[in-house]
């Protein structure tokens, strides 16, 4: 079972920054992309960033320039330094990866449990 943790969350005025980071953690064999998604009251889940093991990034046209993902295979974890921080950016964000829990297995999408940012004007 792969299990994935988020943190730093929280409230943040507008122009300010916050870093999210997210472990993965349990049975894990191998791990492809990652990625951080939001959700924001009444809307659809968006994709806000990905990153593959080879290290490419791509990004939101909402957040381009404002944040950045980056990820440590070693710790198997995935962060999101969000900076010059817009009240539009408040949403629920997860992370996400694509990965095997076995040589065996097939690959599979997990799921964090998703961190509350909270953009104030």
């Known amino acids: 079972q792969v299990q994935l943790v988020e943190s730093g969350g929280g409230l943040v005025q507008a122009g300010g920054s916050l870093r999210l980071s997210c472990a993965a953690s349990?049975?894990?064999?191998?791990?492809?992309?990652m990625a951080w998604y939001r959700q924001a009251p009444g809307k659809q889940r968006e994709l806000v960033a990905t990153?593959?093991?080879?290290?490419?990034?791509n990004y939101a046209d909402s957040v381009k320039g404002r944040f950045t993902i980056f990820r440590d295979n070693a710790k198997n974890m995935v962060s999101l330094q969000m900076n010059s921080l817009k009240p539009e950016d408040t949403a629920v964000y997860y992370c996400?990866?694509?990965?095997?829990?076995?040589?065996?297995?097939?690959?599979?999408?997990?799921w964090g449990q998703g961190t509350q940012v909270t953009v104030s004007s």
């Open positions: 996400s990866i694509n990965g095997r829990a076995r040589s065996w297995e097939r690959l599979s999408t997990y």
């Open positions: 349990g049975n894990i064999f191998s791990i492809n992309d």
């Open positions: 990153i593959t093991r080879a290290v490419s990034t």
